[in-house]
């Protein structure tokens, strides 16, 4: 019955006062019955029924779709997004996951009434979750991802639109678990109305980085910079940057910000070659004193920074500190066991000095020096330029290719061939009195010789002195290398200065034979070693070619040997007739060096150090699997052609003792093999800021990394990792 008519029917039959008071109550209880039949088709249809869809439970998340409105229509995109609740402690990743991780990811289809589909997410501000020396950008909690979903006419007899998608995401806690779920819900066809899930859009927007209103520029060495009027010490008390590819920076290194009036500067660390960059695109994040923060969406521009004059003094004194390092780094280099090879040539040279004239002590030391410092600025300039091509070379680079693990092998053949007395590279005969005046170009051979043999390992503080060296102005690396050189030569030059410490060396005499001699020893060793690192280069193959070689440079120097110890008594056509034997054989052995560099480059199984029992191969997936299940893990960077690493393993890592602690301790020993270029163990070194092997790093199960010197012992090893538990 209509109201209207329900009203009057009850107004013309007025009984009694008492009946009156009960027909009132009769009228209030007819008009809430119509009042609820009216309005049942409203509560029952409510938005919230569909604007999100069914829930589906994962193992640490609760997903499902939200839409913006109930209702949708042809030619207006539906606002809609997937939702996940995560469990506390739990989170998940964004577009940019950082060090670990992988962002979420959605497909979402449309059909019915209308058609459309979608996979673009626009990414929300993330949070930055360091862990360790690793750094992720993630989402924790209530979590809402939006996407537009664009609708065209498609069904014209149906007035449903039908939604489905697929979404799968990756959640971590201490470990990582993939997830995933198909969602669906349906709409109404019609003009769009907010829904109940509205305010969670909106809250979302809230959350939003903005388009940046300043000006983003950034320099080859990663410094960035955003200019505008309104930026002060009292507008900024902090910034940061997430870039939004992965692999750009170190994400972990302190940014260093910088605020001044009209400009905000940060300092970041690439791990790729910034001058090759086009654009750097990401988030910059400003806080202010109080803590609010202001997220900007950039995309700067490569130029020229305007440094400022904090940023200027604490270059310069970086640029002192990296000068230290390497002369300090330079002069332990004499100690490490990767000089050994050439300690053979030094002490030989330095007995010479003992009782020769003032000046030949001092050209000597000089010639030396020079050798040694020529050659560090010399591979100092070939690692930047190699940079600058886009190359991830590192200290120590040349080492990993087989050809120069050759011609370095031939070398020091020949320098043996030398010390035996089978040639001289000087004039002088080969049989000349110990006191003979040398030729200055052996000091200067002997300078470079010690660079080349030594460059394959680090010495503390290099380590820290090269990575500053390869990031900053090339004038100022160059430096930096040069004082490198200059502490590897140091103790050859205040031998030469003070004459005091030249006399009380023994007087030379024919025992100076014998010793140059035995000399040659430790150089045929470093040949055999040598052999090995080109095997595991480039195969088992190699060695024939390396054996070929140094048997036509052992017939050259003979031949040429022979040439000078008969040089009085051989005729002009004899010593014509062998000096072009050994020319042939000479060119015969540089012959086989396209045929080394071919058979170089053709994979072999055998490559790749062999691993011990108990020992895995470094890879940052394994490290962050090992440290999310809560062990410790024991990174040990390593090279088959680093003398100092091989040494390291052999007495403090793979002997029992060690072993043992491992084990007690839970901790997992990666080792990675850095003989051959990867790119990863290159990227790991250079965002712990190291450039070279040996690099060791025990990152525990709970606390910060620890980082331990370039020379480990046992009792070094096992009270590092039994200190944190």
């Avoid at 200019?227 to 972990?252: C, R, Y």
């Avoid at 031939?410 to 040639?423: D, I, K, S, T, Y």
């Avoid at 002088?428 to 200055?440: D, E, G, K």
Wanted: with cysteine; hydrophobic share 45%; proline share 7%.
């Amino acid at each position: 019955m209509p109201f209207s008519r329900l009203t009057a029917f009850n107004r013309s039959s007025a009984p009694a006062p008492m009946q009156a008071k009960g027909n009132r109550r009769g009228l209030v209880g007819w008009l809430a019955l119509s009042v609820a039949i009216l309005a049942a088709p409203f509560v029952f249809s409510h938005p919230s029924a569909a604007a999100e869809s069914p829930q589906v439970k994962t193992g640490h998340s609760i997903a499902s779709l939200i839409t913006f409105s109930d209702t949708v229509e042809a030619g207006s995109p539906l606002r809609i997004a997937l939702r996940l609740q995560l469990q506390h402690g739990w989170h998940t990743y964004w577009q940019n996951p950082g060090d670990a991780g992988d962002p979420p990811a959605i497909t979402i289809k449309a059909d019915g009434a209308l058609q459309g589909s979608t996979q673009t997410i626009q990414w929300p501000v993330p949070q930055r979750i360091p862990d360790s020396s690793l750094m992720s950008y993630a989402y924790t909690g209530d979590v809402i991802l939006p996407l537009e979903l664009p609708l065209q006419p498609a069904d014209q007899k149906s007035d449903k639109v039908n939604i489905k998608a697929h979404a799968s995401w990756l959640v971590c806690e201490h470990v990582c678990v993939p997830e995933e779920a198909d969602l669906a819900l349906t709409l109404d066809k019609g003009p769009p109305a907010p829904s109940a899930q509205a305010p969670l859009f909106e809250q979302t927007l809230q959350h939003m980085a903005v388009p940046s209103p300043y000006t983003a520029t950034f320099s080859s060495n990663g410094v960035l910079q955003l200019t505008g009027k309104d930026l002060s010490p009292t507008s900024v008390s902090d910034a940061w940057f997430m870039p939004e590819q992965q692999g750009q920076i170190t994400e972990a290194a302190a940014q260093k910000p910088i605020i001044s009036d009209g400009s905000v500067t940060l300092h970041l660390k690439p791990t790729t070659d910034f001058s090759a960059l086009r654009s750097l695109s990401g988030i910059v994040v400003l806080k202010d004193k109080a803590g609010t923060e202001r997220a900007l969406q950039i995309h700067a521009n490569p130029g020229t920074v305007t440094d400022t004059s904090e940023n200027t003094l604490s270059a310069s004194t970086g640029f002192m500190q990296q000068m230290l390092f390497a002369f300090i780094g330079g002069l332990i280099l004499n100690l490490m066991p990767c000089v050994f090879p050439i300690l053979a040539m030094k002490a030989l040279a330095i007995t010479r000095l003992g009782h020769a004239a003032r000046r030949e002590q001092i050209l000597s030391a000089v010639c030396y020096a020079a050798g040694v410092i020529g050659s560090f600025t010399l591979l100092g300039a070939t690692m930047m330029a190699a940079r600058l091509t886009g190359a991830a070379t590192g200290w120590g680079f040349q080492f990993q290719s087989p050809l120069f693990v050759g011609m370095i092998c031939w070398l020091l053949f020949a320098m043996a061939l030398n010390l035996l007395g089978v040639f001289s590279f000087s004039a002088v005969s080969i049989n000349s009195a110990p006191h003979t005046r040398h030729s200055l170009w052996n000091d200067v051979l002997t300078g470079v010789l010690a660079v080349v043999v030594a460059s394959p390992c680090t010495a503390p503080f290099m380590g820290v002195a090269i990575a500053g060296a390869l990031s900053g102005p090339p004038i100022a690396g160059l430096t930096v290398f040069a004082a490198l050189g200059l502490g590897l030569a140091l103790p050859y030059l205040l031998i030469a200065t003070f004459p005091s410490c030249a006399r009380i060396l023994p007087r030379p005499g024919a025992w100076m034979v014998y010793l140059r001699q035995f000399l040659a020893f430790p150089l045929l060793a470093s040949c055999v070693w040598l052999l090995w690192v080109a095997t595991l280069e480039g195969g088992a193959s190699i060695v024939v070619l390396l054996g070929a070689g140094m048997v036509l440079l052992g017939l050259a120097a003979w031949v040429h040997g022979l040439t000078q110890t008969h040089q009085n008594t051989l005729s002009d056509h004899k010593r014509f007739a062998l000096h072009g034997l050994a020319l042939l054989a000479l060119l015969g052995a540089l012959s086989l060096l396209p045929v080394l560099r071919q058979q170089a480059a053709i994979p072999s199984s055998t490559q790749g150090m062999t691993l011990p029992e108990g020992v895995e191969a470094f890879s940052t997936a394994r490290l962050q699997t090992l440290h999310d299940s809560g062990k410790g893990v024991f990174v040990d960077m390593t090279a088959a052609w680093c003398i100092t690493c091989l040494v390291n393993e052999r007495v403090a890592l793979d002997v029992p003792d060690v072993r043992e602690a491992f084990k007690t301790q839970n901790v997992t020993l990666l080792r990675g093999d850095w003989t051959t270029h990867d790119a990863a163990i290159t990227a790991f070194l250079r965002q712990h800021g190291r450039d070279g092997v040996p690099f060791y790093l025990f990152i525990p199960a709970n606390g910060a990394p620890i980082t331990l010197p370039q020379v480990l012992t046992p009792g070094l090893v096992i009270k590092t990792i039994s200190s944190i538990r």
